[in-house]
C-alpha cells in the first residue's frame, strides 16, 4: 500500500516521470506503468473521483498463478502422499482409526526419505485429494502449572500385530502439567494390576512423586459415585495414595480438556510411535520401541516454550516428593492342582509339578506373569496369558509322570508346547521316548538351557554325524572347560591341525 501510494503522488502530484520512479524506488517500470493505468481506469470508472486513491489503496494486489507449475510436488512425492493415505484407509478398514498418520506425520516421513516438501503443500494436496474444506476448531484457555505441582494420567487403546496375529492393547500416558514429559507403558488390559503397576514404575522412572494425580471417570480409579460431583476412589488408589503420598482429582464428565496434557499425549504418542509401524515379534520389542519413540519426544522443543521436556522436566525433578520405595502390587489367589498338573485361572490353564496334583497353591497374579508357590516356597512362574481357553505347559513339570508312562510322550501336550524338543524328538527319538526322557531329566538336574542343548546338538551332530545318543550329548554337555585354564600360543598351522586330530578321535570314540 506504502508502495502504490509513492507511485501514485509522484506521479500525478509531483510529475515525475515512470524512469525517474523506477530509479528511486527500485521496481520495474512496466510495475509503475501498470499501477498508474489501474489507478486511472478506476478514477474514470467511480462517480466520484475524489475517492478513488483510497478505493485504489485498499484493493490487494493480485497475481498470475494458475499456470505455475509445483516444483517440489513431484510425482514421486503425489506417489509417497497416495500411498500413506491409502494406508490410511486400510487401517480405518482394520478398526486401527486412531492409528492414522496425520498431515503432519505424512510431512516428516517425507523429510526422513529426502523430499523437500512444505507444510502447505502436503495440506493443499490432502485436501484436493480427498474435497475436504478447511473447519473451525475449538479453542481452549492455557493454564499455568507449578513444578512438580500435578500429573495427569490416561488409557489409550493400540492395535499390534504380534508375531503376525493382530491383538488389541492399551497403553497408559503419564504427563506431566508443567513441563509435558512423558512417560507410557504397553499392557494387555485395562485392569487393576496394570493400573497399579503403571503407576509403580513411573514413579521408579522419575526417581519422585508428583503432589497431585488426575484422572478421568476410569472404573480403576472412581469406585462409585456419591451424588451429583463426589466420587469415592477404589480400593487400589487409596492404597498408592497411601503408600505415596500424593493428592488426586477426578475430571468433571465428558470434559477431556479438563486434563488436556494427557489427552493430547496419548494421540501424540500413539501416532509418533505406531502410525507407521505396528509389527512386531513381540510385545516385548514393542515396549522398547515404544520407550524409544518416547525418549526421543522428549527431546524435541515445544513450540509454546521454546525448550524440551526433558530440559523442563530436569527443573521440576527437584520439587518432587520423595520417592518411598516400589509398592508391591498383585492379586493373590488359592487354587487347587487338578489331575493334569495344571491350576485354572481366567480359562487357561498354567502347569506346576506333577508332585502337587490335588494340592492347594498359593498363587500371585502380575499384568505380565502368575507366580506359585506351596508352603511359602515358589515352585513355578509363567508369563501371563491374555487369551481365552489357552494351555501353558512346561515339560519339565512332568518328566517323573513320563518316566512311568514314556508312551504318553509322543502325543503330549507339553511335548508339542516346545517347538525344538519335539524336533529333537522327531529327529533322534523317536523309537526311544525312555532315552529322550533321560535327557531332559540330566538338562533339568544340571540346569541347562535349550539353547545350550540345541548348541551341544549342532556340535555333535557336525562331530558325528551317523547317531546322536543321550550318552553321547550328556558327555559334551557334562565336558566344562577350566575357568582359570589359559589358551597355549601356537602358530596358526599347529592349531589347525591339531583341532582336525581332535575331531577325527572324538569322532572315533563315539562311533
Known sequence: MHTKLEIIIRSHRDGISHRQI?????????????????????????????????TFL????????????????????????????????????????????????????????????GYTTVCNYIREKQGKTAISQEAF??????????????????????????????????????????????????DTL??????????KH??????????????????????????????????????YRFDHRFCNAYSGNEKGHVERSVEYIRRKA?????????????????????????????????????????????????????????GSEQLRVDKYATISYCTNRYSVSDKLVGCFVDVKVFSHKIEVYFENKLVTSHQRDYGKHVWIICIEHYLDTFRQKPGALNGSVALSCSPYLKNLYEQFYLGAPR??????????????????????????????????????????????PREDAKPIAVNNQTAYLAQEQLKQVTALLMN
Not at 194 to 203: D, K, Y
Open 22 to 54: 523506477s530509479r528511486d524506488l527500485q521496481i520495474n517500470r512496466k510495475t509503475i506503468k501498470k499501477c498508474i493505468e489501474d489507478y486511472e481506469n478506476l478514477q474514470k470508472g467511480l462517480v466520484n473521483p475524489e475517492t478513488a486513491l483510497s
Open 141 to 190: 484457555i492455557r493454564q499455568q502449572y507449578l513444578p512438580g505441582s500435578a500429573c495427569e494420567f490416561d488409557w489409550g487403546e493400540i492395535k499390534l500385530s504380534i508375531e503376525g496375529q493382530v491383538c488389541r492393547f492399551y497403553i497408559a500416558v503419564f504427563t506431566s502439567a508443567y513441563s509435558n514429559y512423558r512417560y507410557a507403558v504397553i499392557y494387555s488390559r485395562q
Open 58 to 117: 485498499s484493493i490487494p494486489p493480485s497475481y498470475c498463478v494458475g499456470t505455475r507449475s509445483k516444483v517440489r510436488l513431484t510425482q514421486e512425492v503425489q506417489t509417497v502422499i497416495d500411498g500413506l493415505l491409502e494406508e490410511n484407509i486400510s487401517k480405518v478398514q482394520r478398526g486401527m482409526r486412531k492409528q492414522i498418520m496425520k498431515k503432519i506425520d505424512i510431512l516428516e516421513l517425507l523429510h526422513d526419505q529426502g523430499f523437500a516438501v
Open 194 to 203: 496394570s493400573f497399579m503397576e503403571s503407576h509403580v514404575l513411573f514413579f
Open 206 to 243: 522419575i526417581g519422585g512423586v508428583y503432589h497431585q494425580m488426575v484422572y478421568d471417570n476410569m472404573r480403576v480409579a472412581i469406585a462409585k459415585f456419591i451424588g451429583k460431583h463426589e466420587k469415592e476412589p477404589t480400593q487400589a488408589l487409596l492404597q498408592m495414595k497411601g503408600h
Open 435 to 480: 532315552d529322550f526322557i533321560d535327557l531332559l531329566h540330566y538338562c533339568r538336574e544340571h540346569i541347562i538351557s535349550e539353547e545350550k542343548l540345541e548348541a551341544t546338538v549342532s556340535r555333535l551332530v557336525d562331530l558325528c554325524t551317523q547317531e546322536i545318543t543321550t550318552e553321547k550329548l550328556t558327555a559334551l554337555l557334562g565336558n566344562k
Open 274 to 330: 505406531f502410525g507407521s509401524k505396528s509389527d512386531f515379534a513381540n510385545l516385548d520389542q514393542a515396549q522398547e520401541y515404544l520407550e524409544s519413540i518416547v525418549g526421543k519426544l522428549n527431546q524435541v522443543k515445544q513450540q509454546l516454550t521454546g525448550r524440551t521436556a526433558m530440559e523442563m522436566f530436569a527443573e521440576e525433578k527437584k520439587l518432587l516428593w520423595p520417592y518411598t520405595g516400589q509398592l508391591a502390587c498383585s
